[in-house]
């Protein structure tokens, strides 16, 4: 069986450790898994600094704030062309001319207020920050429908994490039908009955809308692709076992402009383009297309982008698969199962390519209820994994997209993903990938620098057994320098000043992740 085959399958069948320091703390037990302290009832702005939008593009930002309910919300010197919904912090409009605006965030509710300096970049570039969100692929895979997506909006308000800058609601594959409407587009199948609805329900919410396409005939899951073999763009589906294999190639005409603008005229904002390998032309074309519609789309490259290829590749795509697709699992117990560890400490090479507007992305994240659809099961990473894969892919800077049942989340998970100071990790502005500054025994140490001078340094235990680690402040790029603050940024804590050692304890397969600050 080839394995581009094998991989298909895999994909459709599916379905059939906390963080801790020492000196002072001990090392915390994963089955009192929590350790971020819920937010406070008074107000607090959350997500980036910064936000890019393109000249004459449609605007949509949603200001993230924590706090009790009724909230009121302001900015000042909002430009000319943008508005803010003083009862939804939804901030709207055009900008028609490029610059660099500052602003102040405000939001306050009975029990006080908070504000946040806020840049707004009106240029060529946008997804200044990694995109956060939800992508349908890893529950619901060939199982979702317009429903269940407009249900997973709904949950993303309901259960908080909008109020933490988790954004994009994306379809992936098997949507789509026959080729139609006035633009010979691609339409919504039978399970998508109203696409430009389901985006205007979505941006109600103040959240964003993303669908998915290939240049390839057919998608990987046996659904018409943008390519053909005949100039009307006409597609028969195939069924049983050859539709995985027959039609996986790039047609003789291509209709992504006539997607491109229906994508557009829908509303969507977001575009997962995947086949295999990836390759310039396509990728030029459909970034094109995209950017000739006059609105603001995110466009993600999937899967394993070719590494020869990155840098032109980068030029036209603001996120590119850097692998194959991730499983819940923390080892490899198969030649074609990417588990969290084989994924996530192999980017080291990727590492210059990342930067504002242009991200490196390890996949979806595998926390919570998954299986690839309809039958779902709790992910079978621990505790301790998934605050290592957490952390870690805040420190690659890689877009986060939940890939779980979002009316179904349990404390833990939701827990897990709205811990507004590692998030934050993840939306710094700089926009620098994490290194991997040194390895001593099982624990990898990670240093990623951050737009307020500060640096934060994640240090993993890949080892089975827990172990106490030496850290010196000068293996950390502290040469002689004194009265270093640490704080701990899962559990919010600070940790006081350090001089010298900073021994830390962390357990199997664990993650301790600090923020360290000189003092002033």
């Known amino acids: 069986m080839p394995k581009s085959t094998f991989i298909i399958l895999s994909r459709l069948m599916l379905g059939l450790g906390c963080a801790s320091l020492i000196a002072p703390l001990a090392a915390a037990d994963d089955s009192a898994a929590i350790l971020t302290p819920p937010a406070p009832a008074t107000p607090r702005i959350n997500g980036p600094t910064v936000f890019g939008v393109r000249p004459g593009s449609p605007f949509l930002y949603a200001i993230p704030v924590t706090g009790d309910r009724p909230m009121t919300y302001a900015v000042d010197d909002l430009p000319a062309g943008l508005t803010v919904d003083a009862k939804t912090g939804h901030i709207t409009g055009r900008l028609e001319k490029a610059g660099e605006f500052h602003v102040v965030l ?5 029990l006080g207020s908070a504000d946040k300096a806020f840049r707004i970049i009106c240029g060529n570039d946008i997804a200044l920050t990694p995109p956060m969100g939800w992508n349908s692929w890893n529950c619901w895979g060939g199982a979702v429908t317009q429903d269940k997506v407009l249900r997973s909006a709904r949950a993303m308000v309901a259960s908080g994490l909008a109020n933490h800058g988790w954004t994009y609601i994306n379809i992936d594959d098997t949507w789509q039908g026959t080729r139609g409407g006035p633009f010979n587009a691609l339409q919504g199948n039978e399970k998508f009955p109203n696409m430009k609805e389901l985006c205007d329900e979505i941006h109600a919410m103040g959240l964003k809308a993303g669908i998915y396409s290939t240049p390839w005939i057919t998608s990987y899951a046996g659904y018409a692709g943008d390519g053909s073999d005949n100039p009307k763009g006409t597609w028969t589906k195939v069924e049983g076992y050859d539709k995985y294999q027959v039609n996986h190639h790039l047609g003789k005409y291509s209709f992504a402009k006539n997607d491109a603008k229906q ?172 290194r991997r500054v040194y390895t001593i025994g099982a624990v990898d140490v990670y240093s990623k620098e951050l737009e307020d001078g500060s ?66």
């Open 263 to 434: 994508f557009a005229a829908w509303g969507f904002d977001y575009l997962k383009y995947d086949w295999n390998p990836n390759d310039v032309k396509h990728t030029r074309m459909m970034s094109e297309a995209l950017r000739a519609t006059g609105r603001d789309i995110v466009f993600s490259l999937s899967n394993s982008t070719p590494y020869d290829d990155i840098a032109k590749l980068s030029k036209y795509a603001n996120c590119w698969r850097t692998t194959g697709d991730i499983w819940d699992t923390w080892a490899t117990p198969g030649a074609y199962q990417n588990s969290i560890s084989e994924i996530g400490f192999n980017q080291d090479r990727w590492t210059r390519w990342a930067h504002p507007g242009h991200w490196n992305d390890p996949d979806m994240l595998v926390v919570g209820q998954v299986g690839w659809g309809p039958q779902l099961h709790v992910t079978r990473l621990t505790p301790a994994e998934q605050y290592t894969h957490i952390t870690l892919w805040c420190m690659l800077s890689a877009p986060l997209l939940i890939g779980c049942d979002l009316e179904h989340l349990d404390a833990f998970t939701l827990n897990l993903l709205t811990n507004d100071e590692v998030l934050a990790i993840d939306q710094d502005a700089l926009g620098k990938q994490a």
């Open 455 to 520: 640096v934060a340094f994640a240090f993993f235990n890949r080892g089975d057994d827990t172990v106490t680690a030496p850290i010196k402040l000068d293996r950390l790029g502290y040469w002689g320098q004194k009265n270093i603050h640490a704080r701990d940024l899962w559990r919010q804590k600070d940790l006081g000043t350090f001089d010298d050692d900073m021994p830390v304890t962390i357990g199997a397969h664990n993650v301790v992740l600090l923020k360290l600050t000189t003092a002033k």
């Open 106 to 110: 405000r939001a306050r509710n009975a």
